[in-house]
């Protein structure tokens, strides 16, 4: 206990010494969120932090995280914090502890795609017969093409990081024509501009760097997968932990398609002496027929014709990476074999993703989604769950400090634990210690509050007076209450709606009905544009859907409502939720609690966290669902809210927004 007390008293000393520096002030639940993180990482026990908006909690792991004897892995879920820790955060923390001995290094790592390829840019793009060429469409695309190879040639000079952050405005399509995919890649030791890489120069800078930055999927990959990409570390602090889970299941799930194994094949033509690429576009040709056959869901049972022709695709595919020559050209070949790279790593793909599928696996859930008049939908393959790969690969061998406002639910943090593989009986309580062993794997949680006091900044109201939401969309009474709200909060209303048709219609409503209020809906325009819009003008309304629901932070008296018009369970057909969600219920437990309320639980407490974003803001959450307030379910959903003051009153709430809308 004693270097435990040492180890809490050196990372209290140092942060209210950074805290100074950078003309902050002392935050109760930063320090206590610090010292407990310092500990985990001394203890290697692991630590699950709620830790409210406006807590400082970046500074509370980053501290630490410095003071640690071996390299810390830091993991986010968006770009958005992620940049903010690179460009702000920790550049600042880094200047506020100077002249101090500490090892202050940091690099940020990306997954491969997120980097400019100089082969890719100097040596030219595969063709449909995989043929490298210079050549790109005329038109904008090629425009901006042209703008992102010059950009890049700029970097590669100053020695910047060639990242799809730091590079000119373009879309996703466009980046594509400047990046490889890990499995396209050369590598380091055969590509001739393996010494100007931007990918390797930032994992060079990361061996040498006390803090490696990340995000879920890539620490999913390395981890979980397997795929070497971190350099090794001892511990990893995961920020917006609440999103871990849907990052890793998003990282460990695959998709297979006629058009790309198709694609594959023809790429294979040039490479491949033999008939195995032929045998493989006769594979898609199959599987196109077999999917066009089958009903769009997913299955529990794989047809046979769908099974047979996924074990055609697969042995087509295996074979004809067993006909592809030994790379063993000279330096002068390069151009060649880059291509011959690129078209395997696509066989490999398919091999790769036909065999899973193929294999059936009561770990996976696999289904077909709708197609359209151009062809069948496409197979998907997820894992049921991912606490066990997640226990196994990840807890067992490293610290991990899970960190976010929403890691309670229900009151406890059990439910999201559990989710990430460790178990109740393993939580340990107080003083108490435990000894960690390959079985056993201690963890504590903590909740270090909020600076903001949400019972007298907050009102939260559920309509209980409405029916209960239908499958038909908005009902009028809805819309009426919608429009009721706004005017009087007279705009300030951000609306988060579970459906695109649900945000558009309400919109059109409110175009109509309050035409002297502007009224902004998702599509708009980009998410930027219609946020930076928004939090310029009060009398201004912002509907969207789930991406509003956790990205937008809009402080201040542009934001003084926040519409949730349903719970937001997920949809009965989703296939992987309802996979789930049947499986916890053959386990013996409560599917609909531990999947499908905790999704709700976990989206409403981050919906209604849009609105306090700082010690200064008021403002109402308005549920439009009257379950919130009747359902058996209802206390385990509002436990998992901030506590704001509760009301079903629809007068008390309108008196208020008019009041907040008048005041200056």
Not at 342 to 347: E, F, L, P, S, W
Not at 472 to 489: H, T
Not at 491 to 506: K, N, Y
Not at 581 to 602: C, E, I, K, P, S
């Amino acid at each position: 206990m004693a270097g435990a007390e040492s180890v809490r008293g050196s990372v209290r000393e140092t942060l209210l010494a950074a805290v100074e520096a950078l003309g902050g002030s002392e935050r109760a639940g930063q320090i206590q969120m610090a010292e407990a993180v310092a500990a985990a990482l001394s203890d290697q026990e692991h630590l699950l932090v709620q830790a409210g908006t406006g807590t400082g909690k970046s500074l509370a792991y980053l501290v630490p995280s410095l003071l640690h004897d071996q390299r810390v892995v830091v993991a986010t879920a968006t770009l958005a914090l992620q940049h903010q820790l690179v460009e702000r955060d920790i550049p600042r923390l880094v200047e506020a502890l100077a002249g101090r001995q500490l090892d202050t290094s940091y690099a940020v790592l990306k997954g491969r795609g997120n980097y400019a390829c100089l082969h890719r840019i100097r040596e030219g793009v595969p063709d449909d017969q995989g043929t490298l060429s210079m050549d790109i469409p005329v038109g904008p695309l090629a425009t901006k093409v042209l703008e992102l190879r010059a950009w890049a040639e700029e970097q590669a000079e100053s020695q910047g990081p060639g990242d799809k952050d730091s590079a000119p405005r373009h879309t996703d399509r466009e980046w594509r024509q400047i990046s490889v995919s890990h499995r396209e890649c050369l590598g380091a030791a055969k590509c001739p501009f393996g010494q100007e890489c931007f990918a390797e120069r930032a994992r060079d800078k990361a061996q040498r760097s006390q803090l490696v930055v990340t995000n879920h999927s890539l620490l999913a990959i390395d981890a979980i997968e397997g795929i070497p990409m971190i350099p090794e570390y001892d511990a990893v602090i995961i920020d917006e932990a609440h999103e871990l889970v849907a990052r890793v299941t998003q990282a460990a799930t695959a998709e297979l398609g006629a058009v790309e194994i198709e694609r594959a094949a023809r790429r294979s033509q040039r490479h491949v002496d033999g008939e195995q690429a032929d045998d493989l576009a006769d594979a898609a040709d199959a599987l196109r027929v077999a999917m066009l056959e089958a009903s769009p869901g997913r299955f529990d049972t794989l047809t046979a014709d769908l099974h047979d022709a996924l074990a055609l695709v697969r042995d087509a595919a295996r074979s004809c990476l067993s006909a592809y020559p030994k790379q063993t050209g000279p330096k002068d070949e390069q151009g060649a074999d880059a291509a011959l790279q690129q078209a395997k790593g696509m066989v490999q793909d398919v091999f790769t993703v036909a065999e899973r599928m193929a294999a059936n696996s009561e770990a996976d859930v696999l289904w077909l989604s709708e197609g359209n008049d151009r062809g069948p939908g496409r197979l998907h393959v997820a894992p049921l769950q991912v606490r066990g790969p997640m226990r196994d690969k990840l807890l067992t061998t490293k610290t991990v400090v899970f960190t976010s406002a929403t890691l309670k639910l229900g009151g406890e943090f059990d439910g999201v634990a559990g989710s990430f593989g460790l178990k109740p009986t393993e939580q340990v309580a107080g003083a108490a210690e435990a000894q960690r062993t390959e079985e056993v794997l201690p963890w504590r949680g903590i909740d270090v509050g909020s600076p903001f006091d949400y019972g007298r900044q907050g009102i939260l109201y559920v309509a209980r007076h409405l029916p209960p939401p239908g499958r038909d969309g908005l009902a009028r009474q809805q819309l009426d209450e919608i429009v009721e709200l706004v005017d009087a909060a007279d705009g300030r209303t951000l609306g988060l709606f579970s459906s695109r048709r649900a945000a558009e219609v309400a919109a059109e409503e409110l175009r109509r009905r309050l035409p002297h209020l502007t009224t902004l809906a998702q599509g708009d325009a980009q998410l930027p544009e219609l946020a930076a819009q928004f939090s310029s003008d009060p009398h201004t309304v912002l509907f969207g859907t789930l991406s509003l629901w956790q990205g937008l932070d809009v402080p201040g008296d542009t934001c003084q409502l926040v519409i949730i018009d349903r719970i937001p369970f997920p949809r009965p057909d989703d296939p992987l939720m309802s996979a789930r969600q049947r499986a916890a219920d053959r386990a013996g437990g409560n599917g609909f609690m531990q999947v499908a309320a905790t999704h709700a639980a976990l989206l409403l407490a981050q919906g209604a966290g849009r609105l306090i974003r700082t010690t200064t803001d008021r403002g109402v959450v308005a549920v439009l669902d009257p379950r919130l307030a009747t359902a058996r379910y209802a206390g385990f959903l509002t436990r998992s809210l901030p506590p704001m003051w509760p009301t079903t009153d629809p007068t008390t709430v309108r008196s208020a927004l008019k009041r907040l809308a008048a005041s200056p």
